[in-house]
């Protein structure tokens, strides 16, 4: 079992920043892949962003050259910094490992883009 935290969201002017963290715990051994999903009112979770144990990522292309994930292998944590940031990038960001025993995912966190 994998246990996931996420912090770091709330409210911002559109062109402004914000850094999300995502804190594992529990059999983070097995983690492979960490990534960030966000769901917008009304619409279906997207991927975000995810990066491999090695450090290799992918991004949505709505979010190249915005946002960079990055992930600290020794604390179990990955981060999300975003640049930029639109009104439309409003939505709840999720973190989320693949790991041994499955998929994991966090509570979710706030980030909102006012205009």
């Known amino acids: 079992q994998v246990q996931l935290v996420e912090s770091g969201g709330g409210l911002v002017q559109a062109g402004g920043s914000l850094r999300l963290s995502c804190a594992a715990s529990?059999?983070?051994?097995?983690?492979?892949?960490m990534g960030w999903s966000r769901q917008a009112p009304g619409k279906e979770r997207e991927l975000v962003a995810r990066i491999s144990y090695g450090g290799r990522t992918t991004y949505a292309d709505s979010v190249k050259g915005r946002f960079t994930i990055s992930r600290d292998n020794a604390k179990n944590t990955a981060y999300l910094q975003m640049n930029s940031l639109k009104p439309e990038d409003t939505a709840v960001y999720y973190c989320?490992?693949?790991?041994?025993?499955?998929?994991?995912w966090g509570q979710g966190t706030q980030v909102t883009v006012s205009s």
């Open positions: 989320s490992v693949v790991a041994r025993g499955g998929d994991y």
């Open positions: 529990g059999s983070t051994r097995s983690i492979n892949v």
